[in-house]
C-alpha cells in the first residue's frame, strides 16, 4: 500500500511538472473550435492592436482586433490578400457606463470595458480554409470554443467584404 | 560653382542619411509638451493593449489605451503605485457609424474608429513629476503637442483617483 501511495504522488508530481512546461512554453491547452480545428493561439493578449469598436444591440459590447505579427505587417503594408499565417483575434467586453469617470466630467458620457464576453479569431490558411475564403473562425467564451452551428454562420456573414478578403475592421492610425 | 554644388549633394545626402538613422534609432522627432517636456515616445502604436471606452459628449470618440512594457507589467500584476518609467498612451479616434458593418447585422448597431483625434500620453518619473503625483501628462493632435493651459488641467482631472495612483482605466482580462 505504501508503495502504491509513493507512486501516486510521484504521478501527480509529475503531471503538474509537465502542465507547468506546457504553459512555461506558452503551449495553451484547451478545445479546439469543432468546424475548423483551432484553439486559443498563444499570447494573443499581447498583440498588436489594430482599431476599437462599439456595438449595440444584442451584443452590447467594446471590442479590439488585435493582429498577430504576421496580420499586423499586412494591415501596415495595405497588403491583400492576407497571407497565410495572419491570424486576427476580436476581444470584447460588455459595455458598461464609468460612474468614476462620469463623476469627473461632470456628465453621463463615458462607458468603460467591462468583464469580458468571448473572443474570436479569423486564422488564414488557403490551403486547410479553401472552402470559406481561405479563413478559418473560432469563438471562445471563458476558453471554451462555440458549437459548430454557430461558427457556420461567420463565413457568411463575412463574404459581403470579399474584396477586403473576408476583413471588415480597417487599421486605426 | 560646380564645387558649390558637388558640396551642396554631399550636405544633403548627409543630411538625408542622419535622418534616416534618426529615425531607425526609433527616435521621434517632434516637439515637447511645453508644461513636462514630454516628445512622442518611439513606437507606442506597437505598445499592448489595457483597454478600451467610449466616451460621448464633446469627445464623441472610441479610445484605446497602450502600456509599455513597464506599465503592462505593473497592471497585470497590480502593482501600484506605476514604477517610473511607465508610460500610458492614450489613443482616440473619431465615433463613426459604420454602414457596411449595419447592412450584415440588419439594422444600425456598430460604430467604429474613424480619423484619430489626438494621442495623450502620462509618463511616471517619481521624481520629476514629483508636484502633480509622479505623472508628466501630454497630449498631441497630428504631431504637434497642445498648450500649456489644456496640460495644467490634466493632473486636477486625476486627483480623484489617487488611490490607483492617478490612473483612471482598469485592465480589460
Request: include cysteine; charged fraction near 20%.
Amino acid at each position: 500500500m505504501r508503495g502504491i501511495a509513493y507512486l501516486s504522488v510521484v504521478v501527480v508530481a509529475l503531471a503538474g511538472v509537465l502542465v507547468y512546461m506546457a504553459r512555461a512554453s506558452g503551449h495553451v491547452d484547451g478545445e479546439a473550435d469543432p468546424v475548423f480545428g483551432i484553439t486559443i493561439p498563444a499570447g494573443y493578449r499581447d498583440w498588436r492592436l489594430i482599431s476599437v469598436a462599439h456595438e449595440e444591440g444584442n451584443l452590447n459590447d467594446l471590442r479590439a482586433l488585435l493582429g498577430n505579427d504576421v496580420a499586423i505587417k499586412a494591415y501596415r503594408e495595405g497588403k491583400l490578400p492576407f497571407p497565410d499565417g495572419a491570424i486576427i483575434a476580436r476581444l470584447a467586453w460588455s459595455y458598461v457606463p464609468s460612474e468614476e469617470n462620469n463623476k469627473v466630467f461632470g456628465r453621463a458620457q463615458s462607458f468603460v470595458a467591462g468583464s469580458a464576453t468571448n473572443v474570436q479569431f479569423m486564422v488564414k490558411d488557403s490551403r486547410k480554409y479553401a472552402a470559406t475564403g481561405g479563413w478559418g473562425f473560432a469563438q471562445f467564451k471563458d476558453g471554451k470554443p462555440a458549437d459548430a452551428a454557430l461558427l457556420k454562420t461567420c463565413f457568411p456573414c463575412h463574404e459581403p467584404v470579399k474584396a477586403r478578403d473576408f476583413v471588415f475592421t480597417h487599421y486605426a492610425p
